[in-house]
C-alpha cells in the first residue's frame, strides 16, 4: 500500500518558468492528491465538503483501486490515514483561475481532477481537442496545454464528458486488468465500448466557429 498521500491533484502541464512553486497563475495541473492545506474544506457541500463520505464495504480500509470519478466533476480518493474514501468537488481544487476539464484514471492507478487553462476563443473544435491531445501523448507536456489553449470553455467541457464517461465505462476492467485498460478506455471513447454513443455523437457534431464560404 502507498504510503499517505491525500488529495491527489498531479501535475498535467509543465510551464516554462515553473520554479520553485507550482501555484503559478497561467499553469496548468493534472495533480495527484498530495496533502493540499485545507484540502478536506475545498469538496462540495452536498459531498460533506471533502470528508470521508464513502464506505469501502466490509468494514476493509480503502486502497488505491477504491479511487474513482463518480462523474466529470466529482473525484472520490483514498484516504490512507483514515481508511476511507473523501469526496472532493473537482471545480473546488482547480480553483478560480483554472477549469476542471474532467475527474480521470492516472497510470498509477489513482483518480485525479485534470485542471486546465482553455482559450478566449473557439480555433478547435471537440473533435480537433481530442485529435490534438492524442498526438501529444503526455497530458504533462506544453503540447497539451497548447491544445486547451486552442478552444473555449465549452468545448474543453465538451470534450471532458466523453473522457468522463469512458472512465466510468472501463473503471471495473481497469482495477481487474491493468494491461487492457488503455485500450478499453480508446475503446469506449470512440463510442465502441460502454455506453458513452451519445456523447461520442456531441463530440463529432461539434462545429467550428469559423464561418463557412461558399
Known amino acids: 500500500m502507498r504510503p499517505a498521500a491525500r488529495v491527489l491533484l498531479s501535475v498535467a502541464i509543465t510551464c516554462s518558468a515553473l520554479a520553485g512553486s507550482l501555484v503559478l497563475t497561467g499553469c496548468d495541473f ?15 457541500e452536498s459531498e460533506g465538503e471533502g470528508e470521508s463520505a464513502d464506505e469501502t464495504g466490509g468494514g476493509e480500509p480503502c486502497t488505491v483501486l477504491d479511487d474513482h470519478c463518480s462523474d466529470q ?8 490515514e483514515s481508511g476511507e474514501l473523501d469526496t472532493y468537488s473537482c471545480a473546488a481544487l482547480c480553483g478560480e483561475s483554472l477549469l476542471n476539464f474532467s475527474c480521470v484514471p492516472t497510470a498509477d492507478f489513482r483518480h485525479a481532477c485534470w485542471c486546465v487553462s482553455p482559450g478566449a476563443i ?3 473544435t471537440c473533435v480537433q481537442l481530442e ?9 504533462a507536456s506544453a503540447c497539451s496545454n497548447g491544445c486547451f489553449e486552442r478552444t473555449d470553455y465549452q468545448t474543453v467541457r465538451l470534450l471532458g464528458t466523453l473522457y468522463s464517461c469512458a472512465d466510468r465505462a ?28 451519445l456523447q461520442r455523437e456531441v463530440c463529432d457534431a461539434d462545429a467550428g466557429d469559423e464561418p463557412s464560404w461558399p
Open 30 to 44: 493534472f495533480r495527484e492528491l498530495e496533502s493540499l492545506p485545507g484540502a478536506e474544506e475545498t469538496g462540495d
Open 73 to 80: 466533476d466529482t473525484l472520490h480518493s483514498c484516504n490512507f
Open 122 to 124: 473557439k480555433i478547435d
Open 131 to 139: 485529435s490534438c491531445l492524442d498526438e501529444c501523448g503526455d497530458p
Open 170 to 197: 472501463c473503471d471495473d476492467l481497469c482495477a481487474a486488468s491493468p494491461s487492457e485498460c488503455g485500450t478499453c478506455l480508446l475503446a469506449a471513447r470512440a463510442g465502441l465500448w460502454g455506453d458513452c454513443g
